[in-house]
């Protein structure tokens, strides 16, 4: 049923093993109906005509059905043109665009007329992607057009395995599956020579090599095994032809395998290797582990080398734009006149950058992929030279984005952000001569840079100091380096306003974010306008813009002293309200930080655009347009003066223009204005702004100064507010609770707050307050040093702050929901101390622990049980109490109506003063 299922609603495309079993079971369902004598059956009725075993039949037919249907009405998937470039190798001569299909042939015409005693390696060599795998596919189509059937080839992918092992495993099971078509004992010789070479490298023994194999195929050693199989080679007479590719994938140890594997291991009669591989590459990469002694190495695994040579970078360009055009981007006109244009200027890197056509291909799918994030306005050329550098070297996106302001600081000149020009050329003509000897340096000669012109590249000739600061290699440097100097030196003339140094360009370039809401430059510019209370700006805010503002904010710079002060008032218009348009208020602070040291480091010329006499206008504007204007929040001005405060080893007060007198002074009168606000209009619950900016204030005052006047806008309002807001849950749980630390901030200790909240008490007490004063009274015993189980039910305030806990936590189950607090009050010190004496789960069921505190020489004892254990669990307790009396010759009696163990003739007892939740006090029998 659930195959019908699929086949009729899913489209189901059965498998070769199901039509299969579905037509094997048809076939059995005829038999067992016609085609056997029935007497021998019995089928049990359904009705007078159908039988039971004829819903089998009609499940079949329908499956059979369903199942020509689909194969029939199967269609091609629609294929939409695809917008990236692969990098699949040449195939067909028609895309053979360097005409390798005559190198191809050239190569099989000598394969054909050659024959080896012995194994012969031809090497495919040039650089990375200059179509060596494109090569050996068209070797590959020769050999299949012309079918000589005295010629075997395979491919043999080493990169596909795991280890040197899995190499040599792999071979010789891939060759045996090819030999097997012509020759089964030789098939098997191969499986037995690739056993016995496992066991040689498995037990790093040579004397493997020359025993005897117990595998099923033969019992002689390695040794004999390769005599043999060379043997039977020389019977088939047939040529067989191996080729392996990317061998430049490989770690140095497969390398080395792949080598001794052509070159030792499988040295057989008429074999011939193709291998392609990046030559340099491997030798660097061998020669840097101290894998081999010298290049020569290498050359002598090889008889041959077919070189492919780099190729012409007029080739490559043409190529480029034409495959470009086969894109989505050849239907953007203008861009696509733009980049062919682009390419052929002096100062464009493609000659730098782009050597093969699998950089070719990389790069044309990049600009694809870019292309729709682009800002509106981007010089064609800058996007091209950065895109380069993204491709080639990704961590220094990440590095400028992170340093932009310190290595290509805004130049308030020029408007722009540019490379910081040295001060010191005397070692210039001595680094410039050093960038000759570099062939990085002479891929575009007609480009020509001054190296020592910059602070970022006049000690690019000192190769440590290159190599301390990264991993790359000092020719990918000096191209780094070459490469910023054209996208951010004096070089690059580009118009400003489409310059990759302007600004906003920098950052969607910097930032890789494809901004649903970009701003435009004019919406951008609007925001300044502070018309109306902000008018514009809080359209664009309330349009979703906030993130496009932040991350222009994040790069802007001005020289304009009104615009540059107007930027502060944007960011704090935003930090005012910063988490009704989702952001964290510290966030948008460290921005405004940022953007105040940047401008502190502006100079126009030689002097500084900000002095210590024009700073004071800062905190001026900052006071007039900020704090002085009801529109913004008390508690975003107080939190405000704090941060600086929490700064002032970044950004010295004297950098906003002010003192810290004046800021002590400000804030002070802030907070004073705050509870003149709040005066009878207190807060919501689960608001909390009036304790941070109490910690706020704190940054400049003591306590002495702030307490008092605190303590007297409680005493003048409600304290329910308060005290719900005092009360505070353990992690994890809504029903351990305690007073909070603030509450001892603020009056000084736990003991005082309480006695604030007695004193506060007016008659007739709200059952709320009458609750919480037995909470206060009953934490008091523990002298306030951790949680107790409390459940309020008449405080509705705090059960709304907990049910906020439990929602947000997602608490479907509290952990502390099953554990009951019993509190004892002793008489005396003996009795107490026998409230604690040999207390364990053995001796009372569902014990959890106890904790006794000494609060004035009043003696209580907390303990915590599990609740599903209470009915045995305290008269276990009581009755444990009365045994160790009785040890110690007291006796005593157990009242049940007092809940208390009392001493004979005597009125000093242990009695149960609480029970939390209170839900089982009534439940409690001590008998």
Known sequence: MYILYKIALKKYQPSIFLIHSLVVSSLIYVVLKWGIDKDGWYFILFSSKLFYVDFLGVLLVLSIILTVINLLSKKELERKPNPFISDDPVLLKGDDKLNYHKRAAKIVEYLERSNFKNSFTIGIVGPWGNGKSSLISLIEEKLEEKSNEHTIHLKF??????????????????????????????????????????????????????????????????????????????????????????????SNNEVLQVLKLVRNTANFKNFIFLIALDKDYVLESLLVKNDIADHTFVDKFFQLEVYLPEIEKSQLKTDFIGLLKQTDLGFEREFFRNVEACIFKEDNLFDDYISNYRGVKRLVNQLVFDFKSLPDELDTNDFLNFTYLKMTFPYAIKFLNNNWSTIIPYNPETNLCELVETENDSDKSDAFKEMRRYRVFHLNQKLNI????????????????????????????????????????????????????????????????????????????????????????????????????????????????????????????????????????????????????????????????????????????IVSEFIDKDNFKLKSKIQFLALISESRIRLDFS?????????????????????????????????????????????????????????????????????????????????????????????????????????????????????????????????????????????????????????????????????????????????????????????????????????????????????????????????????????????????????????????????????????????????
């Open 655 to 927: 950098d906003w223009g002010t003192t810290e007198d004046d800021l002590k002074d400000l804030s002070l009168s802030l907070y004073k204005k705050l509870l003149d606000d709040k005066q009878n209009n207190l807060w919501d619950i689960h608001d909390y702004s009036f304790y941070h900016a109490y910690h706020d204030v704190r940054k400049f005052h003591t306590a002495d100064k702030i307490n008092p006047i605190t303590i007297d806008f409680w005493s003048k309002n409600d304290i329910t507010l308060l005290c719900a807001q005092m009360t505070q849950n353990d992690a994890w749980t809504t029903k351990m609770l305690k007073t909070s630390d603030y509450a001892a901030q603020l009056f000084e200790s736990k003991y005082k707050y309480k006695q604030f909240i007695n004193k506060k008490l007016t008659n007739p007490i709200t059952s709320e307050l009458k609750e919480y004063v037995q909470f206060l009274e009953l934490e008091s015993y523990t002298d306030f040093s951790r949680y107790i189980r409390f459940e309020f039910l008449s405080f509705n305030l705090i059960k709304q702050k907990l049910q906020r806990v439990i929602d947000f936590n997602n608490l479907a189950q509290d952990e502390a929901e099953t554990i009951i607090e019993i509190v004892l009050k002793s008489d005396n010190k003996d009795l107490w101390n026998i409230t604690y004496t040999d207390m364990n789960t053995d001796v009372i069921s569902g014990f959890i622990e106890l904790r006794r505190y000494n609060i004035g020489g009043t003696l209580f004892t907390f303990i915590r049980l599990q609740s599903g254990n209470y009915h045995k669990s305290i008269p276990e307790m009581f009755q444990h109490y009365k045994e160790m009396l009785s040890n110690n010759n007291i006796n005593s009696k157990i009242d049940s109506e007092q809940k208390s163990i009392t001493v004979d003739d005597s009125d000093e007892s242990i009695k149960i003063i609480s029970v939390q939740p209170t839900s089982y006090d009534s439940k409690i029998k001590l008998r």
């Open 157 to 250: 992918l080493p990169y596909l395995n795991h280890s040197e092992t899995d190499i040599i495993s792999e071979f010789f099971k891939q060759l045996s599956t090819e030999i097997n078509k012509y020759s089964g004992r030789l098939s098997n010789q191969f499986l037995s020579y690739s056993d016995k070479l496992l066991k040689l490298y498995k037990n790093k023994s040579i004397s493997e090599f020359f025993k005897p194999n117990s595998s099923l195929f033969s019992d002689s050693s390695s040794y004999d095994t390769y005599k043999k199989i060379n043997d039977t080679l020389n019977q088939l007479d047939k040529k067989y032809i191996v080729f392996i590719d990317d061998l430049d994938r490989l």
């Open 450 to 621: 001054d190296f020592s012109k910059y602070e970022i590249s006049k000690d690019i000739d000192k190769e440590t100091k290159i190599n301390e600061t990264n991993n790359l290699t000092k020719q990918q440097n000096i191209l780094l380096i070459k490469t910023l100097i054209v996208l951010f030196g004096k070089e690059n003339i580009t118009d400003s306003h489409t310059s990759i140094k302007f600004e906003n360009n920098l950052r969607k370039l910097l930032q890789q974010k494809i901004q649903e809401k970009d701003l435009s430059e004019v919406k951008f510019k609007s925001i300044f306008n502070f018309h109306n209370d902000f008018e514009n700006l809080n359209k664009l805010l309330n349009e979703g813009h906030t993130n496009s503002i932040l991350n222009r904010l994040a790069y802007f710079n001005t020289i304009d002293k009104d615009e540059a002060l107007k930027a502060i008032i944007i960011l704090l218009y935003i930090f005012n309200d910063a988490e009704f348009y989702s952001f964290n208020s510290t966030s948008v602070w460290n921005m405004l930080s940022e953007y105040i040291v940047r401008q502190l480091k502006l100079k126009i010329g030689n002097n500084d655009f900000w002095t210590d006499n024009n700073k004071p206008n800062i905190w001026k504007y």
